[in-house]
């Protein structure tokens, strides 16, 4: 199995370097499936915030359905507005209707790759028509949560650093550099392997340190299936060093923050959340007191019936459609 089971947020589980090493190593094998994703969810979901259930959804056919009740729409992006690289088709012209009804648009991705100006122009190679102050990223909430200290940070080898502290060390394979950094940010698992993770959890074992998780999600979709991401690698951890991970990102509170201070005067219950993910997107915007769109046909559970895993997680979005 991929993933060790969950006990408690606050007691380790006991893993053996054998089982760590051999739950690692697993990556790109059984994890990347609809139901292994909701599996490993599920497991870790006691670290998520809390949210009061509800019993069902209701079908719509476009959100031009409901936009006489929400003032603002926020958008996951990865399942909702791209797959991967690829614009979904409707989905640019979608967000122009709604701006023209009214709406304040916004996305919140956990995508936490690239510094702001790289976020803004991938939504613009996109095709999508967004001012700058409409984008809001897990990176931007880790990175105003950085203590005073030297970070170990995992990026990709093209992320060039410059929103980060001067004295940050980019992680590779060298093992001194994972023993004298103060603390860990995890960004991205572009240039990750089983290797680095192990350096990583090795380092963590001769002297625990604070790891900042900058996704929270394991999975996104992407064209050819699911990549893996960080909150992957940093469950793994908390499993073993719980009171040592923090995330940010959907569904933890940080991130709804910052959307809540870009839009004055709006009630969380005119804000509506659309998602391709239970766990994150509408469980994290149903805690804030959001209403919440589930988005099936091109995430996490394109092709398979959302309500089996509704029911199974009890979790519920407001409304539930194929594409925006």
Known sequence: MLFCCLRSPFQPIPLGQEVYENAAKKIGDSMLTTQTIFDRY?????????????????????????????????????????????????????????????????ILTNAASYDRSGAIAKFKRLGLTLADEEIITSREATLAHLTKCRWGVITADEDLLTDLPPDAVRLGDNETDYETVDSFLFLSTAAWTPERQKLLVAAMQNRPRDLYIGNADLAAPRDDGFSVEPGHFGHLVADVFPERVRFFGKPFPEVYDLIESTLPGVPANRIAMCGDTLHTDILGAAARGWRTVLVTQDGLFAGFDTEIFSRRSNLFADWRLGRI
Do not use: Y
């Not at 031009?64 to 088709?89: H, Q, S």
């Open 42 to 106: 599920q497991e870790v979901r006691i670290r998520f915030p809390e949210t009061t259930a509800l019993s069902e959804s209701q079908d719509i056919s476009s959100l031009l359905d409901i936009a006489d009740d929400v003032d603002a729409f926020v958008f996951d992006a990865f399942g909702v507005l791209n797959v991967g690289e690829t614009l979904i088709t409707g989905a640019d012209v979608r967000l122009d209707q709604l701006r023209a009804r009214g709406c304040a648009i916004r």
